[in-house]
Nanobody, 117 residues
Framework: QVQLVESGGGLVQAGGSLRLSCAASGSIFSIRAMGWYRQAPGKQRELVARITSGGSTNYADSVKGRFTISRDNAKNTVYLQMNSLKPEDTAVYYC???????????WGQGTQVTVSS
């Protein structure tokens, strides 16, 4: 089992920045990729950014150039640096971990990000 705990959400004005953190514990050796998803009210959950165990990254088009995903292997933590935030970035952000052998998804509890105009 893997446990994921997010932190760092909050309220920020448009143009501001936030950094989300996701601390992983448990059988983390089984995780091949970590990522951030978000879900706004009335919308489906969508991938924001992902980083593999090898360090490859990919981003949603809507956040490219503004968000950066990174990982600190020594701390078993993944970060999402969010700059130039827009009101449309408002959502609950979820940390995700994908298990290596069967692509099982682990999820954190979510953290609210609200961007005011």
């Amino acid at each position: 089992q893997v446990q994921l705990v997010e932190s760092g959400g909050g309220l920020v004005q448009a143009g501001g920045s936030l950094r989300l953190s996701c601390a992983a514990s448990g059988s983390i050796f089984s995780i091949r990729a970590m990522g951030w998803y978000r879900q706004a009210p009335g919308k489906q959950r969508e991938l924001v950014a992902r980083i593999t165990s090898g360090g490859s990254t990919n981003y949603a088009d809507s956040v490219k150039g503004r968000f950066t995903i990174s990982r600190d292997n020594a701390k078993n933590t993944v970060y999402l640096q969010m700059n130039s935030l827009k009101p449309e970035d408002t959502a609950v952000y979820y940390c995700n971990g994908v298990r290596d052998w069967d692509n099982y998804d682990y999820w954190g509890q979510g953290t609210q990000v609200t961007v005011s105009s």
